[in-house]
């Protein structure tokens, strides 16, 4: 693994930024107190906060992403049943398989545009049947805005399409919302209006918002007190954890709206290289992630990697560059020129490819 320092510019994840001062502040001055006795009262009004921004009941603070999806699919399944989702989603793809192993779910993809699923796509794999024969759909999870759909969100129709027929078939909606407020910040559309559809959200703090850990499950009050005991029974209860809170509290207060940032850098990142031969473009870039084609990957990262530049490979020609809190306008040219130098020296021989750990 190639050695980050001072003068590197990395896209491979908006995980990677480090907490500001200001957020360091907050979370060495945190109140705090034994969160799995429900004492730590900056958690408290963390889970409360998170669940009033998304119009919920009840919310949970958890370690991960990947615990959040698993305890909303463990909260409102039982082992056998099946969930639908699709190809290209977060849990599908990189969550270690653990609805399978943990939860003893089915799982039925769904292919569809840019990482998302449509009703029509969905209705003729809901499977409601007395036959004993058949796993039975338990529940729908959307993924907004999608990862390896380069940043792109659900319209509020789509959505209320895939209520609808979750409604029809007595069917849960889960989204996974690790990235939901640059859907917020990118459409206009309130994080409540995009919830209000689902029986579950999740999102991440350590994503786009800055922090250093950690992501909310929120939904009902029943399902969120069912997620809390298995977020106990998979090891994910934590103590004095309000340090960690507190960061989560002060990416909502600072950190929402400069997400404009990281879509405007993206869009520029784009835009400037858009006229070099050796670079294409596979779908759209309306928030922070810019996935791009290369005819030699070997080449291009070598190139990259050498002039200070990180990118993830994400497979044959095709690299993921995502912007971040940590990356400024100095960071954007210099990321420009050393694309321009990569793609320069690429030939057209095949792509190489590399391991996928995106998130």
Known sequence: MTPSNENTVDLRSDTLTKPTAAMREAMASAEVGDDVFGEDPTVAELERRSAELLGKEAGLFVPSGTMANLLA???????SDTL??????????????????????????????????????IQPFIMKSADHHFSQTAIISIENTTNRGGG?????????????LADEHAVKLHCDGARLFNAVVASGIS????????????????????????????????VVEEAHRFRKLLGGGMRQVGILAAAG??????????????????????????SIPEISFPMPTPTNIVFLDVPDAETFHAE???GGLRLVNTGPGRFRAVFHLDVDDDGLEKAIVVCK??????????????PDRSN
């Open 84 to 121: 639908i989702l699709s190809g290209e989603s977060h849990p599908f793809n990189y969550e270690g398989g653990n609805v399978a192993l943990v939860g003893g779910l089915m799982t039925r993809t769904i292919d569809g545009p840019l990482g998302m699923m449509s009703a029509d796509a």
């Open 73 to 79: 699919f463990l909260s409102q399944t039982r082992p």
């Open 341 to 354: 130098r990569a793609a320069g020296k690429c030939s057209q021989g095949s792509a190489k490819p590399q």
């Open 152 to 164: 792109n969100m659900y319209s509020l129709e789509t959505i209320a399409g895939i209520r609808a």
């Open 304 to 306: 990259a990697e050498a």
């Open 249 to 274: 509290i002060y990416a909502l207060d600072h950190h929402i709206e400069r997400l404009a940032d990281d879509h405007r850098r993206a869009a520029q990142f784009r835009e400037a290289l858009e």
């Open 191 to 222: 994080a409540a209006d995009y919830a209000r559809d689902m029986d579950t959200v999740c999102f991440c703090f350590s994503k786009g918002l800055g922090a250093p850990v950690g992501s909310v499950l929120t939904g009902t009050r029943a």
